[in-house]
């Protein structure tokens, strides 16, 4: 049986659609027309991604990612209407991982899939050594984040962001280079996905967000963790 996806979409077209292309990529979806039967399957029998439709009859998207994060750290892609700025970093800060503009492309669509799904599966590295950064702590084996020895509730893809700056202390790492190492793609990527991540840490674990002292912005290449 293949990977379990829950696809909580209204509009039963493109579902029918979507669906069908995926199972014929080999996964198992799961249908839900509205967030509340969406929130019922997931909770019968799981899932390994969830796809949510920003529109739904009797619940928003973000209601259902909020509701999903309380109980699970499964990854979510979010379905808009459009790339309006808003309604992306709404969703990404109610927990999304990612996010897919209608009209949806079976292909972006698969090609998203794959990478949230390998990031989900990627095995935390071995070494137990905790890293320090001002008062931040990074318990990569535990999947841990501390500030100030509170444990600081990050996102899975918040968490895989700011080990990619750990590995390399003091260096830049570019938008570009995030987005292969972290969500696994390139062509099907978007360069404020970064950002809107970038964004979120801050507001988790630096002192003052508007000026951050640990995760700076170095213009026209990219990001580095100052050590």
Known sequence: ??????????????????????????????????????????????????????????MDGFEVTRAIRRSTNVPIAMVTASGDTHDVVAGLEAGADDYVVKPVVAKELSARIRALLRRSASQAA??????????????REAGVVRRHGKEVPLTLTQFRVLCELADTPGWVVSRAQLLERVWGYDFFGDDRLVDYHISGLRTKIERDPSNPELIVTVRGLGYKLVP
Not at 4 to 30: A, K, N, P
Not at 45 to 50: F, I, T, Y
Not at 128 to 138: M, Q, S, Y
């Open 126 to 139: 071995p070494d137990a050594t905790v890293e320090r950064f001002g008062d931040v702590e990074l318990h």
């Open 1 to 58: 049986m293949g990977r379990r996806i829950l696809f909580i979409e209204d509009d039963d077209h493109m579902r029918g659609v979507l669906c069908l292309s995926l199972q014929q990529e080999g996964y198992t979806v799961v249908e839900a027309r509205s967030g509340e039967e969406g929130l019922r399957r997931l909770e019968d029998g799981g899932a390994d991604m969830v796809l949510v439709d920003l529109r739904l009859p009797d």
